[in-house]
């Protein structure tokens, strides 16, 4: 069965430094994987995602993201953090299984953006 | 479009209770999938419909059932309330066409159980 693991539960920066969060993926095959944004008492916003093609994806806010298959990666990048971008973030993995397909999210790393 | 649209926002029942939620996937999304999130155990996917047959179950109790109509809304219900019931519950709807691969979600409905 693939999976996802966020490794931190809280990454903190300051306002204007870049920022990384980290997801490591394990899939058998090539892997659909994907970027979302929790905001308090909200749903999830889809920032981005990898199908294919370049390793480097641009995403929503400035949000981008580097697959790497070789160390089995995929971490959510910002060049200047913003206040804003406090947020719960997400990183899924689409598996397929016997015939069908389930979205598979890492328990969720917690960003604090401090002014 | 409008997007995901989930009702009530937010629900207290007490243990025992039934309850039911509601949820409106983006116009012309075929697919509806549920999850829980608690700060324990993250989001966990409890099933998903497509045109009115569920397609996919997640490792629940068989208290928690949904539904698909024919306009593609959904409902999930869950029965004899326990205390754990409590989360957040998240739909997301899915196309069936081009940009197949990326769920939408909904804001959630928060469900306290007393």
């Known amino acids: 069965a693939q999976s996802v693991a966020q490794p931190e539960d809280q990454v903190n920066v300051a306002e204007g430094n870049p920022l990384t969060v980290k997801c490591t993926y394990s899939?058998?095959?090539?892997?659909?994987l994907f970027w979302y944004v929790q905001y308090p008492n909200r749903g999830l916003q889809f920032l981005l995602k990898y199908i294919t093609g370049d390793n480097l994806v641009k995403g929503s806010y400035g949000f981008e993201a580097e697959f790497n298959k070789s160390q089995t990666s995929f971490h959510l990048k910002k060049p200047s953090a913003l206040v804003s971008d406090s947020a719960l973030y997400f990183c899924?993995?689409?598996?397929?299984?016997?015939?069908?397909?389930?979205?598979?999210f890492g328990t969720g790393t917690r960003l604090k953006v401090l002014a | 479009k409008a997007g995901v649209t989930q009702t009530p926002r937010y629900l207290i029942k007490t243990r025992g209770q039934q309850v039911t939620l509601s949820c409106s996937p983006i116009s012309g999304h075929r697919s509806v999938s549920w999850y829980q999130q608690t700060p324990g155990q993250g989001l966990q996917f409890l099933f998903e419909y497509f045109s009115e047959t569920q397609r996919n179950k997640g490792n629940f109790p068989g208290r928690f059932s949904g539904r698909q109509f024919s306009n593609s809304r959904s409902e999930m219900n869950v029965s004899t309330l326990e205390l754990g019931d409590s989360a957040l519950y998240l739909c997301?709807?899915?196309?069936?066409?081009?940009?197949?691969?990326?769920?939408?979600f909904g804001p959630g409905t928060r469900l306290t159980v007393l």
């Open positions: 997301a709807s899915l196309t069936s066409g081009k940009e197949t691969d990326t769920q939408y």
């Open positions: 899924a993995v689409r598996d397929y299984t016997s015939g069908t397909y389930k979205y598979i």
């Open positions: 899939v058998s095959g090539n892997p659909y």
